[in-house]
Structure formats: structure tokens, C-alpha cells
């Protein structure tokens, strides 16, 4: 089996909205919990340019969109932008997608002020590359807002063991767990790049169970698993 494969995203585009499978109704509850941690940072987004990075079809996108945000998706998939691009009309929200990586992100230097990846750094090809390229796009004194997975054996075997391989809840081979990163490898990569100020992460992981018996995401304490963070 093949891991960190994504390519399974364009099978799920048609059906990114719909509610059909858990995996996307999975993808669409985190994203509650990731805007509760950057309340926690800021609450003014209007009228701000924000880079959604890894943007998917669109859940977080649309979110800082109604937040006033003015929202530019980049995706490596053009099958899963197609469905971004369809919804976010639907709604009467003017969101720019474009299709690109984060190692070569198809924005002008200090172009933005601020970027969001989530469910994004664990996949990539180049992470330093990734976080260098965030640095390059960003304003002076801009915000980057994002979360990841931790790499030790309680993240591998909730993520990768459980979720995947046991309940598939996620589609197998999505994550490869060699790729996880450890907070104080990221901590490293960002000051490496250029941000001079690094929030205090925190922790995000299943809290409960919902309609379908969907697993509820939260903020928690720990880091172990899942995180999130800030860097200026």
C-alpha cells in the first residue's frame, strides 16, 4: 500500500458538500476547533488577504470568507478546486482558486498577510521548502496559522492504525506517518525561515460523537497527536 497517496481526493471531489461520507464530514467539523485557536490570535479578517494553503475543497476557505477574509485557495488538485470553485459560487462567495504547491506557491512575494495550512505540512513533499515559501508570500509582520500531526507511536496508532487501518474512518494510505513532525522540529523550521515569534501550540483531537456517530473534534491540552500553532 501506498502511503501519503492524496490522489484519492479527486474520487471524493464530486462529493466534497454533500455530506455523504464521513471522511468529509470529518473534514468539515475541524474546522470549529481550528478557528477557536486562532480567536485565540486574531478575530479581524475583513478585508484581509489570506492564502488558504492545501485548500481542498474549500471548508476553510468559505469560513474565513464569511469572516469578511478576502481568500485565495491554492490546491495541488484540480479536481477538488473544481468542487471549491462550484460551492463557494453557490454561496455568492468570492474566493480565487488557483492550483499550485506549497513548495512553489503561485503568489507574488509579500502578497498576503496572512496564510493558513491545516491538514497540510504532514503531506508535503519539502516541509522547509513549504515554510520558506510561506515566509516569502507573507507581508512584514504577517501571520501563519496552521496545525499538523506529532510523530511518535500514540499519533501513529490514532491516526494511521485506528483511524485508517481499523475503522477507515479515512481512506488507507493517506498519511504516512514518517512524516509526521515533532512541535520542536517545526519551532526549529520557522525560526530557520524568518518568524520571529512563535505562539504557544495546542493540542486537537476527538472529544465526543456526533450525528452518525461521527467522531466530535476539539481543543485539547495535549500535543501528542494532532496540534496547532502560529508564527509572525
Known amino acids: 500500500m501506498r502511503r501519503n497517496d492524496q490522489t484519492f481526493y479527486s474520487s471524493y471531489a464530486p ?4 455530506g455523504a461520507h464521513r ?7 475541524q474546522v470549529r476547533p481550528r478557528l477557536e485557536y486562532f480567536d485565540r490570535v486574531t478575530t479581524d479578517w475583513r478585508g484581509i488577504a489570506t492564502l488558504d494553503l ?8 468559505e469560513a474565513l470568507a464569511r469572516r469578511g477574509a478576502c481568500v485565495i485557495g491554492v490546491d495541488p488538485s484540480r479536481a477538488v478546486l473544481v468542487a471549491a470553485r462550484e460551492h463557494a459560487q453557490s454561496q455568492g462567495l468570492e474566493i480565487t482558486y488557483r492550483e499550485g504547491v506549497g513548495e512553489a506557491i503561485p503568489l507574488p512575494d509579500t502578497s498576503v498577510e496572512r496564510v ?3 491538514d497540510v505540512l504532514e ?9 520558506a515559501e510561506i515566509r516569502r508570500v507573507l507581508r512584514p509582520g504577517g501571520l501563519f496559522l496552521f496545525d499538523t ?7 501513529r496508532f490514532m491516526v494511521v492504525t485506528l483511524t485508517e487501518d481499523v475503522l477507515r474512518m479515512i481512506p488507507r494510505g493517506a498519511h504516512d506517518p514518517a512524516k509526521f513532525i515533532r512541535p520542536e522540529e517545526l519551532k ?3 525560526a530557520r525561515s524568518g518568524f520571529t ?15 452518525h456517530l461521527d467522531p466530535r473534534f476539539g481543543l485539547t491540552s495535549s500535543t501528542r497527536v494532532m496540534y496547532l500553532g502560529y508564527a509572525q
Open 15 to 18: 462529493y466534497m458538500w454533500n
Open 149 to 155: 500531526i506529532n510523530r511518535n507511536l500514540l499519533a
Open 123 to 131: 503531506h508535503v513533499q519539502d516541509v522547509e521548502k513549504v515554510i
Open 54 to 61: 492545501g485548500c481542498g475543497g474549500g471548508f476553510m476557505s
Open 23 to 29: 471522511f468529509q464530514r470529518m473534514l468539515a467539523d
Open 116 to 118: 493558513v495550512c491545516v
Open 197 to 211: 515569534r512563535i505562539g504557544k501550540f495546542s493540542g486537537m483531537g476527538i472529544v465526543g460523537l456526533g450525528q
Open 188 to 190: 526549529n523550521i520557522l
